[in-house]
């Protein structure tokens, strides 16, 4: 039952550039959508979140856009920087009917070379 | 980021052991959750606890497993008959407040059994 999917397992960027993770849904009732950063070992990180309300939310270097008729969000972080290297998951809920039963996606690992 | 905090931090056992994790929310509010994370695939949701009960709760989450909020204050995450596929990461994550969206989660329990 994969409702939260993120296809690219890997994505590395060199120190500067732009970073684009992309996640895609299925589920049709997920209204609140977030991205958390993690390390191995230690629990995930909020970094920012969206409502189904809006396309687009920004914070800092990092911003979220969502395209609800394609069912597909990215987080875009710019500059990236080394210690953005982590594994990120994009995850989902559907606020109507499981309030904060959060669904996660598989997770890309970042890597940002100096 | 608000603080969520778990101990132990490790926990190794044998199989058929009961073990307790616990957790300690963010204060002052009513929504909790558990969730795991087995080596190398997907955050998954466990259980969700609100105001003293269980509010929804995954297939993983079988007869076995039991939350309680002992004391007010820490919320406990008990498996009664460990078995080898119970090892994973253990994380409780909490709303920043009663209607709050965003989830923060705890360092997480790494959770061994042998």
């Known amino acids: 039952d994969q409702q939260v999917k993120q296809n690219s397992p890997s994505l590395s960027v060199q120190e500067g550039r732009i970073s684009i993770l992309n996640c895609d849904y299925t589920?049709?009732?997920?209204?609140?959508f977030l991205w958390y950063k993690k390390y191995p070992a230690e629990g995930p990180t909020f970094l920012i979140s969206?409502?189904?309300?809006?396309d687009k939310n920004e914070d800092g270097r990092f911003t979220v856009f969502l395209n609800k008729s394609a069912k597909h969000l990215s987080l875009h972080i710019v500059p990236s920087q080394p210690g953005d290297s982590a594994v990120y998951f994009c995850a989902a809920f559907s606020g109507g009917t499981s309030y904060g039963k959060l669904t996660f996606g598989q997770g890309t690992i970042l890597t940002v070379h100096p | 980021e608000p603080e969520v905090t778990q101990t132990p931090s490790h926990q190794v056992t044998q199989m058929g052991q009961e073990v307790i994790l616990r957790c300690v929310p963010i204060?002052?509010?009513?929504?909790f959750y558990w969730y795991r994370q087995i080596l190398g695939q997907k955050v998954e949701f466990l259980v969700s606890f609100y105001n003293n009960e269980i509010s929804e709760k995954s297939e993983i989450f079988d007869d076995q497993f039991s939350v309680e909020r002992p004391d007010g204050s820490n919320f406990t995450l008990k498996i009664r008959s460990t078995k080898l596929e119970d090892s994973a990461m253990y994380f409780c994550?909490?709303?920043?407040?009663?209607?709050?969206?965003?989830?923060?989660f705890g360092p997480g329990t790494r959770l061994t059994v042998l």
């Open positions: 969206i409502s189904s309300i809006k």
């Open positions: 204060s002052n509010h009513l929504y």
């Open positions: 589920n049709s009732m997920f209204d609140y």
């Open positions: 994550a909490s709303p920043t407040a009663p209607s709050a969206d965003t989830q923060y």
